[in-house]
T-cell receptor
Framework: GAVVSQHPSWVICKSGTSVKIECRSL??????MFWYRQFPKQSLMLMAT?????????EQGVEKDKFLINHASLTLSTLTVTSAHPEDSSFYIC???????????????FGPGTRLTVT | AQKITQTQPGMFVQEKEAVTLDCTYD???????LFWYKQPSSGEMIFLIY??????QNATEGRYSLNFQKARKSANLVISASQLGDSAMYFC?????????????FGKGITLSVRP
C-alpha cells in the first residue's frame, strides 16, 4: 500500500514550451502533496505544498507563475513548468501525505521522480 | 525553524564493515520526527528508519540503526555489514510529528560508496 506514482518519469522539452508532471496517490487519498526539486548531487528543495481544492503554498523564492500547481482531487496533483528554460532542468519529486494514525499522525510517501531536461 | 546538518564528505566503507553517517539537527518544536532516506542513482527516495523525539529507545530496522542523542541533537545512522547495494546518497530529515502540512527539512546529504 501507500504507492505514489509520477508521470512522466523523464521528459525532454524545448526551451519556451510548457511541461506538465503528474503525481498520483494510487491506493490512498492524499489531502496534502509536496513538490520538490533536486539538482545533481544536491539535496531536495521544497517548492510548494499543495492541498486538495485550494491554492498551493509556495516556498520563498519559487515563482508561482512559472511553476503552476493544481491539486484537483485527493489522488492527483500536477506541476506545470511554464515557458521552460535550460536552468529549469532538474529532478522533480512529489510526496503525498496520508493519515496514518501512528505517532507520526501523517505519513509521507515519495513518488519516483521526474527528470526534466530543457534543451 | 528546523535545520539539518550533514557535514561529512563522501564516505567510503569496505564491504561487510559497519559505517556511521552523521546528522545533527536544530528545532524549537518539542515533538518531532527524524528520518533517514536512501537515494540510489535511480533517484527514488527510499525510507530507511524513523526516530520520534519522545522515543526512549534507539530505532532499529534490520541492518540500520539510529543513534539518537537528544541532548546533543544528533541522529546518526549506523549501517552494519555494508553491502555493495548500499552505495547511494543518504539524507537525514526531520519534521514536526503533527499536521498534514508538516514539511520535511532535509540535510544536504552524503554519498556513501561501498568497496568490494
Amino acid at each position: 500500500g501507500a504507492v505514489v506514482s509520477q508521470h512522466p518519469s523523464w521528459v525532454i522539452c524545448k526551451s519556451g514550451t510548457s511541461v506538465k508532471i503528474e503525481c498520483r496517490s494510487l491506493d490512498f487519498q492524499a489531502t496534502t502533496m509536496f513538490w520538490y526539486r533536486q539538482f545533481p548531487k544536491q539535496s531536495l528543495m521544497l517548492m510548494a505544498t499543495s492541498n486538495e481544492g485550494s491554492k498551493a503554498t509556495y516556498e520563498q523564492g519559487v515563482e508561482k507563475d512559472k511553476f503552476l500547481i493544481n491539486h484537483a482531487s485527493l489522488t492527483l496533483s500536477t506541476l506545470t513548468v511554464t515557458s521552460a528554460h535550460p536552468e529549469d532542468s532538474s529532478f522533480y519529486i512529489c510526496s503525498a501525505s496520508q493519515l496514518a494514525g501512528g505517532p507520526l499522525v501523517y505519513e509521507q510517501y515519495f513518488g519516483p521522480g521526474t527528470r526534466l531536461t530543457v534543451t | 525553524a528546523q535545520k539539518i546538518t550533514q557535514t561529512q564528505p563522501g564516505m567510503f566503507v569496505q564491504e561487510k564493515e559497519a559505517v556511521t553517517l552523521d546528522c545533527t539537527y536544530d528545532t524549537s518544536d518539542p515533538s518531532y520526527g527524524l528520518f533517514w532516506y536512501k537515494q540510489p542513482s535511480s533517484g527514488e527516495m527510499i525510507f530507511l528508519i524513523y526516530q520520534g523525539s519522545y522515543d526512549q529507545q534507539n530505532a532499529t530496522e534490520g541492518r540500520y540503526s539510529l543513534n539518537f542523542q537528544k541532548a546533543r541533537k544528533s541522529a546518526n545512522l549506523v549501517i552494519s555489514a555494508s553491502q555493495l547495494g548500499d552505495s547511494a546518497m543518504y539524507f537525514c530529515a526531520m519534521r514536526r510529528t503533527t499536521g498534514a502540512n508538516s514539511k520535511l527539512t532535509f540535510g544536504k546529504g552524503i554519498t556513501l560508496s561501498v568497496r568490494p
